[in-house]
């Protein structure tokens, strides 16, 4: 009830400056999460969240209730952090594989990457898998998104999906047994 109520409050003139500061406020923490996990870099991460937000804006007129709110943003969110690591792998004449492992090697010296070693190799081990069950990994591992919610985020069954994630699993226990 309380989503339907921010969502017609965001697409009212009068409320939306408002609702949006909530919406900010509710969904900037575990969007940046999700986007930090894709692109790596704490700043990066700062951007593609700003460039999500400023679209959500946009197009709140357009998110017509098919799915939840926060499956809508985390699509928006997914999708800018893909064109992000594909511009920028574009720009720097790279593939997208060695700019993942380019942002891996810059964790170390990052001061907001809190991890230890094993965090850092866990890290390279998911830069090794394809797009798709990186994603699908980081979604289901860090932040515990039920399948039933990732089919809506990433448009595919739940099926796929676990199929994608057990087979990431198996990758990066052969990366790790291996290092």
């Not at 709110?69 to 594989?97: C, D, G, H, P, V």
Request: aromatic letters at 10%; one cysteine or more; charged letters at 30%.
């Amino acid at each position: 009830m309380e989503e339907v109520k921010l969502i017609n409050d965001l697409k009212s003139k009068d409320k939306r400056d408002c609702a949006f500061n909530e919406l900010v406020s509710l969904y900037k923490e575990r969007l940046y999460w999700h986007i930090r996990n894709i692109v790596k870099s704490h700043d990066d991460a700062d951007d593609v969240l700003q460039n999500t937000f400023i679209k959500i804006f946009k197009n709140i007129d357009l998110f017509k209730g098919d799915s939840k709110l926060y499956s809508w943003m985390y699509r928006i969110a997914t999708n800018e952090a893909i064109t992000f690591i594909n511009k920028r792998a574009k720009q720097m004449q790279i593939s997208n594989e060695e700019l993942q492992s380019l942002a891996i090697d810059n964790l170390k010296s990052d001061v907001y990457f809190e991890g230890d070693a094993i965090q850092l190799k866990l890290q390279q081990a998911i830069a090794t898998l394809p797009q798709k069950q990186q994603l699908v990994f980081n979604m289901k591992y860090f932040q515990d998104i039920k399948y039933k919610d990732m089919s809506e985020i990433l448009e595919t069954s739940e099926g796929a999906l676990k199929a994608s994630y057990h087979l990431a699993i198996k990758k990066i226990e052969a990366y790790l047994l291996n290092q």
